[in-house]
């Protein structure tokens, strides 16, 4: 009998709860003996020119080994563009800021000390004289103006996509009803529960080995080399427990390239770990797109035409988050069949705090506008927006769908998701519900939101399609070893690759280790996001255990003199045996003991796959003070089949709430001359179990033909689908009063003025 689809508990989890988890903090390995520590003295100031550095002060505290400045470490590479060719190869960050700082808390020099109680004070003892200049803050205002935070790329628009000047103006031609809105999809932050950090060594061959945690070892080796400019066989990456990424991790900073330095430089191991306030300022933020959106149609609900225009702010140096309209771009129509749609993006450079990947990388950016543009419709046009939803999304289909933006959906469901979602959450019953609130002007007044969503996962730029790799070897003890390329943080890797090595071999879930994240183990591999693992990783299991299989029934052909054709394998013994004579056979234990029995597979995916699904949130709002509470979180996420149920549902649940979190809670500040309001968690807004209801998860599988598994990604599906949802129920729930739109997080105050607002509209009109 098949484990697979079964709730198999977390193998991790017993590990982490008696022993606990090894972040590089705590890696205690005798190469790391006798570490120096690394502090860095970061930018208070948006944007400056850097006058002088005085270290000298610094280098007589106690403990100090050493201090370095920009021109220290002038010969390191430029971080460059993450995608060449796209992105403005102009706007390189160096390792320590050198002429110029263009965010608060970019790094401006390095104290390196004894023991890292001496670091922090040590670092306030470095003398930075600055010229500041005027903050560039509003990429709005940023895009064309003259003054160019990087004179040498002639620009500050660090990457385009889609030709504005080829828009449409007849686009919206023939519509009954057009709405348009500028709307805002703030920036936050990924807050991992473990900062940043990184270990060093270079071995006497002149081998770096870093420890740093991370979302794929092989790429963070890469990107390290580069920052280094040394050779990537140079370099080995280890990565121990990583708490959190949320697609942070990826790659390498410069601050991880400085630590190596400093290590190479001294002779010595170096250790590195950021404070919760440095992880706030400097590690890369999510989302920060500015965005228009035109949609129009007929008064049945019909709609015929859909425009967004998007603004990305890249912050100071263009890192993954530049590219991300590009995603943003390809998801514009979403689930629905729009007849004319259109989408351009530009991202912009600014005196903040770099933008990268965060959960969903631009796809929850696409949904949550054109989730906001179906509910404005539905309310120009008096029809209910399940309704307009069901009218409009595109008839269920099996073969590849391909949009007008390039985007192949491989399958899909969409109409069927929304009932499913509707009739989980009683629609019928939560209208009239609100209809007896507003009919009695209760002070707390009940919304629904509703999202609609398909979103690309395990997407490559790999010639062939996405591809991962695997090797599996089964020990003559009965034992099995897995070898992966990608790199779990959380997500239950562990587990789920046993099972699929075990539904094959026949080896017991729990004796089967699972190794990644060691370059000089598995030298290849493409790591962990974008919701790939699954799909393309755990086929590459699959595909190595039944290729391991092959090979393990031409040697037990040898042993049991008998025709390969002729043998049937036994999963309850893990072993071959005759056809019709179970008592000559041969188990694995016995062929792996004669000489070894291990198969390395590489799984090619035809291209990315599309999940799909509907959310349904509902709302409390006290009309009174402006506070919103989310009372109810209903989802249909579709990711194909599901492997282990238990660990599915812990990534829908994770997505659901971060996406709760930036409707409700998340955004981070900063002041008219560019500095952070919110780096602190006293200042940084994000729930906890008590700001968040039991979510009601309603299932639904449309198995994808891209892998043998049938697997769609599922750990962004709750920050594309949950985020407009929230929205969209608090706006929902004072649309009776004037309410339009409330930009994300919709906080008390900012609810309160958009109450305010609507109630002073009518007199404004007199």
């Given at each position: 009998m098949s484990i697979l689809g079964t709730r198999v508990l977390r193998t991790e989890d017993p590990g982490f709860l008696t022993l606990g988890a090894v972040y590089t903090e705590d890696v205690k390995d005798p190469q790391l003996a006798g570490a120096c520590h690394v502090f860095f003295v970061r930018s208070p100031i948006a944007y400056a020119r850097i006058r002088a550095v005085d270290v000298t002060a610094a280098l007589e505290a106690p403990g100090v080994l050493a201090a370095f400045t920009g021109a220290d470490l002038a010969d390191l590479p430029l971080q460059g563009a993450p995608i060449p060719g796209l992105i403005n190869d102009k706007m390189g960050q160096?390792?320590?800021?050198?002429?110029?700082?263009?965010?608060?808390?970019?790094?401006?020099?390095?104290?390196?000390?004894?023991?890292?109680?001496?670091?922090?004070?040590?670092?306030?003892?470095?003398?930075?004289?600055?010229?500041?200049?005027?903050?560039?803050?509003?990429?709005?205002?940023?895009?064309?103006?003259?003054?160019?935070?990087?004179?040498?790329?002639?620009s500050n628009i660090a990457a385009s996509f889609g030709d504005a000047a080829a828009l449409d103006p007849g686009l919206f031609d023939g519509c009954e009803a057009v709405v348009s809105a500028d709307i805002v999809n703030q920036r936050i932050a990924p807050a991992p529960m473990e900062t940043r950090a990184a270990a060093a060594v270079w071995g006497p061959d002149g081998r770096l080995t870093a420890w740093i945690p991370n979302q794929g070892a092989q790429n963070t080796r890469g990107a390290l080399a580069a920052l280094l400019g040394i050779d990537q066989a140079a370099v080995r990456i280890i990565t121990p427990d990583v708490g959190g990424a949320f697609g942070a991790k990826f790659g390498a900073d410069p601050e991880h390239a400085v630590v190596c330095w400093v290590a190479r430089r001294l002779g010595r191991p170096a250790r590195w770990a950021e404070?919760?306030?440095?992880?706030?300022?400097?590690?890369?933020?999510?989302?920060?797109?500015?965005?228009?959106?035109?949609?129009?149609?007929?008064?049945?609900?019909?709609?015929?035409?859909?425009?967004?225009?998007?603004?990305?702010?890249?912050?100071?140096?263009?890192?993954?988050?530049?590219?991300?309209?590009?995603?943003?771009?390809?998801?514009?129509?979403?689930?629905?069949?729009?007849?004319?749609?259109?989408?351009?993006?530009r991202s912009v450079v600014t005196t903040t705090t770099p933008v990268g990947a965060y959960r969903g990388a631009g796809r929850p950016e696409a949904t949550a506008a054109l989730e906001r543009a179906m509910d404005l419709f539905a309310a120009e046009i008096g029809l209910d927006p399940a309704d307009v939803r069901r009218k409009n999304l595109l008839p269920k289909f099996t073969e590849p769908h391909e949009t007008a933006f390039g985007a192949l959906y491989d399958s899909g469901d969409y109409a069927a998701a929304l009932d499913r979602a509707l009739a989980a959450a009683?629609?019928?019953?939560?209208?009239?519900?609100?209809?007896?609130?507003?009919?009695?002007?209760?002070?707390?007044?009940?919304?629904?939101?509703?999202?609609?969503?398909?979103?690309?996962?395990?997407p490559g730029a790999e010639a062939g399609g996405p591809r991962e790799n695997a090797q599996i070897e089964v020990h003559a003890d009965g034992t099995a070893t897995i070898l992966t390329g990608t790199s779990p943080h959380g997500q239950g890797h562990a587990t789920v690759w046993a099972m699929l090595a075990s539904d094959e071999l026949g080896i017991d879930v729990d004796k089967i280790t699972v190794k990644w994240g060691d370059t000089d183990l598995v030298p290849e591999g493409g790591g962990t996001g974008g919701s790939r693992s699954l799909q393309q990783g755990g086929a590459?299991?699959?595909?190595?255990?039944?290729?391991l299989l092959d090979v393990a029934r031409q040697r037990a052909a040898r042993e049991l003199e008998a025709n390969p054709a002729d043998l049937v394998f036994d999963t309850s013994r893990s072993a071959f045996a005759v056809a019709g004579d179970p008592d000559a056979a041969v188990p694995l234990t016995m062929l792996a003991a004669a000489e070894p029995l291990l198969v390395r597979a590489v799984f090619r995916a035809p291209g990315p796959t599309f999940p799909f699904g509907a959310h349904l949130a509902v709302a409390e709002v006290d009309t009174e003070t402006g506070k919103a509470v989310l009372r109810r979180m209903v989802t249909v996420d579709d990711a194909g089949t599901v492997i282990n149920p238990l660990l599915a549902e812990g990534q829908r649940h994770g997505g659901i709430a971060q996406g709760a979190a930036q409707a409700l809670f998340e955004e981070i500040r900063y002041d008219a001359e560019g500095n952070p309001l919110t780096a602190t968690f006293a200042d940084y807004s994000f729930p906890s179990a008590a700001e968040l209801p039991s979510f009601e998860l309603a299932e639904m599988a449309t198995p994808t033909s891209y892998n043998p598994l049938g697997a769609k990604g599922i750990g962004e599906a709750g920050t594309i689908g949950a985020t407009p949802a929230v929205q969209n129920a608090i706006v929902d729930a004072l649309s009776h009063l004037g309410v339009r739109h409330i930009d994300m997080p919709a906080s008390p105050q900012r609810v309160w003025q958009a109450l305010r607002a609507a109630a002073a509209e009518p007199a404004a009109g007199d």
């Open positions: 160096p390792a320590l800021a050198r002429d110029v700082v263009r965010f608060v808390g970019e790094q401006v020099a390095v104290v390196v000390t004894e023991t890292r109680a001496q670091g922090e004070d040590a670092a306030e003892l470095v003398d930075v004289d600055y010229d500041p200049l005027p903050p560039m803050l509003d990429p709005a205002q940023v895009a064309d103006s003259p003054v160019l935070l990087f004179p040498e790329a002639g404070s919760r306030t440095e992880n706030l300022v400097a590690m890369v933020h999510g989302r920060g797109q500015q965005q228009r959106i035109t949609i129009g149609g007929r008064r049945d609900g019909a709609v015929t035409a859909y425009r967004l225009e998007i603004l990305q702010d890249a912050g100071a140096y263009p890192r993954f988050g530049a590219f991300l309209p590009m995603m943003t771009r390809m998801m514009t129509p979403g689930p629905y069949a729009i007849d004319r749609a259109e989408a351009v993006a009683g629609y019928a019953e939560l209208r009239a519900e609100q209809d007896r609130r507003r009919a009695a002007g209760d002070i707390r007044q009940l919304g629904i939101g509703l999202a609609c969503y398909v979103e690309i996962t395990g590459a299991v699959q595909q190595a255990a039944r290729e």
